[in-house]
């Protein structure tokens, strides 16, 4: 399977990228871990990619007054490197190694992932679970998008012609603040047939994928005081599509099970 | 007709510089524009592991990254990390443990090892599996290939910190 003809193009800056992802049949390619695999089934079709690894502003990871700034670039291997990460956003140094194989691992990245917007991905879930802000720009300057209101639909993002994402934002985790993260998959790094990313402060946040078209907040299980009742209200937040192995009804059972497990960590771990 | 890119890279210690179509794959490219088909290609979506190379001292898909991408990149392939030595262990302990059958993985199998034994570590038999989980034998069930990695790492380590 090879990929159909298209030009290569590699900016050296920023504003040079905003030039060269208005044209028409432009893609931006990032780590490409996605987005080759689709050129190679000959799902997609750009006239031209535009290879933005060669930005390294948008490489690095920073803290600055309490809040983690990932660059869109900082591939996975990077951030389950990064200290800064595994002290600050356990939740993703705990996600990272769901995350494919170490061969993918070390080219995918964190802003590639957000963009694309798959629905079993691991990191949108995460940064909704984390309230986290996600940083987006164009020729017109920087905006800030929620997580939540940023995963718009199925691979759909609030991400306008012209626009890329160059960072995400997250608070650092307090003391006493807690997160998990639980995947079952039927494989290593296989996509998920369900997953759960929760995070715990004043109240908790249970966020899951490969549960929808994008990651669902579960609203009345975050909102419950024990375990048996977060499960028991599950079925109110998740409606999950079936898969080609598990039908809606084992996709609901299987997120009660990584529910209570979540839980316990949650209310247990230091 | 192709749109095409000049390239200059370091492919097992040697430069080479081509004019190459912007689509084509690094590991089709060290195929057939090198002749290094050491590297070889499985399912070409990134599943198998197949095409397993080094770039710039980390593994990566060769099916998954263009070869205009690896412009000024260093790559090292099965054949290099053999005629360095680097492979040597590996090679020896696959052998002896009966870790291939039809030898197609093979090659992967070695880069994506490789990269554990660098790391200087003894591990589970839980993390190396882990490790190549990217990587797919249709015929050795893994019970070997893992045995053969673990003897590698178990003496590699005691070795180096002799």
Known sequence: ?270 | MDPANDVTLTVNGTRVSRRIPARQHLVDFLREELGLTGSHIGCEHGVCGACTVRVDGQIVRGCLMLAVQADGCTVDTVEGLSDSKELAALQKSFHEKNALQCGFCTPGMLMAAQDLVRQGKSLSREKIREHISGNYCRCTGYQAIVDAIEEVLQTEVIHGQG
């Open chain 1, 1 to 270: 399977m090879k990929a159909p003809p298209f030009a290569y193009v590699k900016p050296r800056s920023l504003a040079e990228a905003f030039e060269l992802i208005e044209r028409p049949g432009a893609k931006v390619l990032a780590g490409g871990q996605s987005l080759i695999p689709s050129l190679n089934m000959r799902l997609s079709a750009p006239e031209l990619l535009v290879d933005i690894t060669g930005l390294s502003s948008l490489k690095t990871i920073t803290l600055e007054q309490g809040v983690v700034r990932i660059g869109a670039l900082v591939t996975h291997t990077q951030l389950a490197e990064s200290e800064p990460i595994a002290k600050h956003v356990p939740l993703l140094a705990q996600a990272v190694s769901h995350i494919a194989h170490p061969a993918i691992r070390n080219r995918g990245t964190l802003g590639g992932s957000i963009a694309f917007a798959d629905p079993a991905a691991e990191y949108p879930a995460c940064l909704v679970a984390l309230d986290a802000s996600i940083v987006v720009q164009g020729k017109a300057g920087e905006r800030m998008v929620p997580a939540q209101k940023f995963f718009k639909g199925l691979f759909e993002v609030d991400l306008a012609p012209g626009e890329l994402v160059v960072a995400a934002e997250i608070r650092a985790q307090l003391k006493d603040e807690r997160s998990a993260f639980l995947e079952l998959a039927r494989r290593h790094g296989d996509y998920a047939i369900i997953g759960l990313a929760a995070y715990k402060s004043k109240g908790n946040r249970f966020v899951f994928f490969g549960a929808g078209a994008t990651p669902v907040f579960a609203r009345h299980a975050s909102s419950a005081t024990e375990a048996k009742e977060a499960v028991s209200l599950l079925k109110k937040d998740l409606n999950p599509p079936a898969d080609l192995y598990h039908s809606p009804a084992t996709k609901l059972h299987l997120a009660g099970v990584l529910l209570e497990r979540a839980w316990t960590q949650l209310t247990t771990s230091r």
